[in-house]
């Protein structure tokens, strides 16, 4: 079993920050990509960032130059800083990791979810 824990979300108004972490903990040989995703009410759950096992993100549009995915390896841990915050950005977000276990199985696993809110 992994378990990912999030923390960092919370209100903010309009053009601030907010760092949220991913700690991924358990039976992890080694964590291949890891990623955000969000979800707005009424919405689908879609791609915000990810990183590689090295040092490769990918970002959707709406949050390039705004957001910056990064991960400390040691630590098993995944971030993302978010600025210039807009109330489109206002969402759940899960964070999301590939784990190879010490089983030899490979698995997708998510989180529980940091709300996020932009608003003044």
């Known amino acids: 079993q992994v378990q990912l824990v999030e923390s960092g979300g919370g209100l903010v108004q309009p053009g601030g920050f907010l760092r949220l972490s991913c700690a991924a903990s358990?039976?992890?040989?080694?964590?291949?990509?890891m990623g955000w995703y969000r979800q707005a009410p009424g919405k689908q759950r879609e791609l915000v960032a990810t990183i590689d096992s090295g040092v490769n993100t990918v970002y959707v549009d709406s949050v390039k130059g705004r957001f910056t995915i990064s991960r400390d390896n040691a630590k098993n841990t995944v971030y993302l800083q978010m600025n210039s915050l807009k109330p489109e950005d206002t969402a759940d977000y899960y964070c999301?990791?590939?784990?190879?276990?010490?089983?030899?199985?490979?698995?997708?696993?998510w989180g529980q979810g940091t709300q996020v809110t932009v608003s003044s």
């Open positions: 999301n990791a590939d784990v190879r276990s010490w089983d030899g199985s490979r698995t997708n696993w």
């Open positions: 358990g039976s992890i040989r080694s964590i291949n990509a």
